[in-house]
């Protein structure tokens, strides 16, 4: 068993939400979502730090949030007005080094989840 478990990744219609979590099962300070289309590099779209201070990537133009729990040891994504694009493979990411704001980039984080799919269709 992984050390970060993605769920809540399916299909959508544009426009639609869905939901990702991310179980962890160690000590992390910053999140972070992470997402990878076929041919394209991998994208930063959300992160937050253990106290809850949060940045995004710049695609995201307020359609997504990212929040935690701490006590559940749980990352989660809210996603809204999901668009074509975002169609991807999305990875939840984490590290334990005391840092704000958190790392935009994905050479940063030492914890990977192993991906959870969304689609959205026009």
């Known amino acids: 068993q992984g050390q970060l478990v993605e769920s809540g990744g399916g299909s959508v219609q544009a426009g639609g939400s869905l939901r990702l979590s991310c179980a962890a099962s160690?000590?992390?300070?910053?999140m972070a979502w992470f997402r990878q289309a076929p041919g394209k590099e991998r994208e930063g779209v959300a992160f937050i730090n253990r106290d809850g201070s949060t940045n995004y990537g710049d695609s995201i133009e307020g359609r997504f949030t990212i929040s935690r729990d701490n006590a559940k040891n749980t990352l989660y994504l809210q996603m809204n007005s999901l668009k074509p694009e975002d169609t991807a493979m999305y990875y939840c990411?984490?590290?334990?080094?005391?840092?704000?704001?958190?790392?935009?980039?994905?050479?940063?984080?030492?914890?990977w989840g192993q991906g959870t799919q969304v689609t959205v269709s026009s």
């Open positions: 160690l000590y992390t300070y910053c």
């Open positions: 990411a984490a590290d334990y080094v005391r840092t704000w704001p958190c790392a935009r980039r994905a050479p940063s984080y030492n914890y």
